[in-house]
C-alpha cells in the first residue's frame, strides 16, 4: 500500500504542477509574443517543465529550440513504472490496487484541475 500511496501523492502533486506549469507557460509565451521585444522564443524544461515544453511544441510550431532535461514520455506510464520500482525494493502491490489508485487519481485531478492525467503523454505529440 506504501507505494500506491505514494503514487498517489506524487501523481497529484506532478498533476497540479503540471496545470501550474501549462498555465504560467502559454503566459509567458503569449506575454512575449504580445511585447515584440523577441524575435524567437526558446523553451527551456526538466521533467514536468520538459514533457510541459514538448507539448506546448506541438501545437506551437514557431518555437525555435528546446532544452529538455529529463522529460518523461506519458504520465501513466511513468506512474506504472514507479510501481514496478516499488516491487523491484520487495513492496508488494496488487495490480488492482495500482488501478483503483489510477482511477481515483484521474477522477480526483478531473474534477480539480479539469483535465485527464491520460492525456499528459507528451511522446503521443512528438
Request: proline share 3%.
Amino acid at each position: 500500500m506504501y507505494v500506491a500511496a505514494r503514487t498517489y501523492h506524487v501523481l497529484d502533486l506532478l498533476s497540479r504542477v503540471w496545470v501550474v506549469g501549462v498555465r504560467a507557460r502559454d503566459v509567458v509565451v503569449q506575454h512575449l509574443r504580445e511585447s515584440q521585444t523577441v524575435s524567437t522564443i526558446a523553451l527551456w524544461g526538466r521533467s514536468m517543465g520538459a514533457a510541459c515544453s514538448l507539448m506546448h511544441g506541438d501545437r506551437d510550431p514557431s518555437i525555435a529550440a528546446m532544452v529538455l532535461d529529463s522529460p518523461f514520455a506519458d504520465l501513466t506510464m511513468l506512474a506504472e513504472e514507479m510501481v514496478d520500482k516499488g516491487r523491484e525494493q520487495g513492496l508488494m502491490v496488487p495490480s488492482f490496487v495500482v488501478s483503483i489508485a489510477l482511477s481515483f487519481i484521474r477522477s480526483s485531478v478531473k474534477k480539480a484541475a479539469g483535465f485527464n492525467i491520460r492525456d499528459i503523454s507528451p511522446i503521443k505529440r512528438v
